[in-house]
């Protein structure tokens, strides 16, 4: 099996989207062009009930074939590094579906086997989850609710960057807000790299919007991962180290 | 390890509650629920032939197996004294749409480590500090890392007091990247280090389970990470023999869980001897004399009779 580079689109949201196109409808079309979706919703301190407004947050996962998890801000950390990991596993797993059924016919999975075949896929699919390389697209809601959150969003991603980097694989990160300057849906806030760390200089510039386009800001997502490959593909022999995916 | 807000329910399993395997076709009556954990839950049970069991049951296959997999890799490291012994895998249908993967191990029965110590006193606290640098040496010698060391993963099983681990879902290859971890434990969280699995991984967490002992209540990381950790260690009296190894562990001096367990050793030996020469001390003297031979007495009952 050829080794790959995982895409993943990571939204942390606290709120629902109230601008532009459905947002699950924009994740399913990432899932399309295999980019992985996940979505944390971040629950204030005295909530203690679903609200309404996160719901959509699972819609969006499920649509794009990724993780969702709502969960409160101290326990930010864990999750984040735990969403991305659980989704690459899935992803992985979802390959190794696909080619079970081209061996061995229509309908079986990884959960039609004995669990003694199943212990040696497995084995198999985490190290691939190991090796692969990642790509994860941070996409942070920074509407005026999400003030007070950021400074642990970025705990958070830095976090994340050091549980990935442990890893055998590659990896890169880059972080967009939305909204974005001047009506913009989207906008780049860090770009490109390997590590999260230089992150903190950033997060104190980050202000805050009305609104929540969180549909168009998925599919400003896409579009960023499409440029960055076409770039790649002019740069591949500058560039030893970017592997196709 | 995780307090996920709104999880989809596991299976529901109630006392009485039958479970047929799928692919063994082995018998488990339910008794009652154990515990609760990122994935999945784990039930005390009874097998066909009357013996108590756990039974871990989850939603989530993959990590089941991962699980399984590496509980496997301890059985074949033929230690009997690691992890809890594997006795069977199998799926659980309960009906068309759902479907469980679950495992059944050996039922460890014990006491928490800070209860065990809180009750028998702080004599016992080198004891097990050297059962389980000797149990991570070996699981390290034979390529993994525990990773989420944790006081809620060990429990203190009885006749003669021993060390055990209850959860090895953290354990990892060694050279890769941690696979579950606790924020407490983990020396990413507190700036000291990757998390990477090197044995020097394990050592940190280990002074973070004997501090725990000591602070129920954990603390928060301030700025001075390094700083913040070495006071906790000097402001506890019984930890104090251990001082100079505790920082080291957490400042990944150890390369080793040998090289650990050989200066704690030593330390041990020292404070006894000291004991005897210091006739000024008498009290003291006679405390870490006590010190010394319960733990070698408990020790040595701990190598032989396992």
Partial sequence: MKKGTLKQILLITDGCSNKGEDPSAVAALAQEQGITVNVIGILDDDQTEEPMGLREVEDIALSGGGISQLVYKQLLSQTVQMVTKQAMTQTLQGVVNSELKEILGSDQTMEDLDPEKRGEIMEVVEDMGETSDLEVLVLIDTSASMQDKLPTVKEALIDLSLSLNARIGRNRFCIYQFPGKRNKDIQKVFDWSPKLDSVSTIFPKLTSGGITPTGPAIKEAIYQFGKKNLLRRFRRNDAPDVEEA | ?306
């Fill in chain 2, 1 to 306: 390890m995780m307090h996920q807000t709104w999880k989809k329910p596991n299976p529901y399993l109630v006392p009485g509650m039958q479970i047929r395997g799928k692919w063994n076709q082995n018998v488990y009556i339910i008794k009652r629920k154990l515990g609760e954990g990122a994935i999945g839950a784990v039930y005390l049970c009874e097998t066909g032939r009357g013996r108590q069991a756990a039974l871990k049951i989850s939603d989530k296959g993959s990590s089941i197996t991962t699980e399984v997999n590496v509980l496997k890799a301890m059985k074949q490291a033929q230690e009997k004294n690691l992890g809890p012994y594997l006795l069977d895998v199998d799926d659980w249908v309960k009906n068309q749409n759902e479907r469980y993967s679950f495992y059944v191990m050996e039922y460890i029965q014990g006491e928490s480590l800070p209860n065990f110590i809180k009750q028998k006193g702080s004599a016992w606290v080198g004891v097990f500090m050297l059962q389980l640098l000797d149990d991570l040496d070996k699981l390290h010698q034979s390529g993994w890392v525990f990773g989420d060391l944790k006081t809620e993963n060990l429990l203190i099983a009885k006749s003669p007091a021993r060390i055990r681990w209850i959860d090895v879902g953290g354990t990892t290859k060694v050279g890769r990247a941690i696979k579950e971890y606790t924020e407490f434990y983990d020396r990413g969280y507190w700036g000291l280090g990757s998390r990477r699995a090197e044995a020097s991984y394990d050592l940190f967490s280990l002074v973070m389970v004997f501090l725990n002992i000591y602070y129920p209540k954990r603390f928060e990381k301030r700025k001075n990470t390094k700083q913040q950790l070495f006071r906790k260690i000097d402001a506890v009296r019984a930890l104090q023999p251990y001082n100079d190894c505790f920082k080291k562990a957490v400042t990944g001096k150890y390369q080793s869980s040998a090289q650990m367990r050989r200066e704690i050793s030593a330390v041990i030996y020292k404070a006894q001897k000291s004991g005897e020469h210091t006739k000024g001390e008498r009290i003291y003297a006679v405390e870490s004399v006590g010190i010394f031979l319960v733990a070698i007495i408990y020790y040595l009952a701990s190598v032989f009779l396992f």
